[in-house]
């Protein structure tokens, strides 16, 4: 269900720089920014359970994705955050990203279903 969801997410931003950031007990970039949905489809097929450590490491894959985002102008950076439980492991906490973020510019929501948006307005 997830990957189904995040690639439709990716299909639907044609022509936008897109990355794939995964996590776990730690991140990992999967993929950098690129406009290549096929790449990033392919990307996408390749995520496994089981690929990195066991955990949760939400503010270490938020400090990777912003490390993608800062150089790129207002308005053309979001990040959106899916995951199925609460940090427990990495650094830095997910305490330390919106203290970045709002340096860098960025907005943060979250909803309900476990998911954050990150947003630079513009």
């Known amino acids: ?5 995040v690639r439709e997410f990716v299909r639907r931003r044609q022509g ?6 995964i996590f ?6 999967q993929a950098p920014l690129t406009t290549d949905v096929a ?4 990307l996408i097929e390749q995520v496994q359970i089981g690929l990195l450590p066991d955990g949760t490491a939400i503010g ?3 400090a ?3 490390n993608q985002l800062k150089n790129l102008p207002a308005g053309a950076c979001t990040i959106v955050l899916i995951t199925d439980g609460a ?5 830095p906490s997910p305490r330390w990203p919106p203290k970045r973020l709002v340096l860098w510019g960025f907005e943060c929501t979250r909803s ?3 998911r954050a948006t990150l947003r630079r307005p513009g």
């Open 60 to 62: 270490t894959a938020l």
């Open 24 to 29: 776990a007990g730690r991140a990992y970039l």
């Open 87 to 91: 940090n427990n492991t990495g650094e």
């Open 39 to 42: 790449v990033l489809d392919r």
């Open 16 to 21: 936008d720089l897109v990355g794939l950031v």
């Open 64 to 66: 990777l994705s912003l």
């Open 112 to 114: 309900a279903s476990a």
């Open 1 to 5: 269900m997830a990957r189904e969801t």
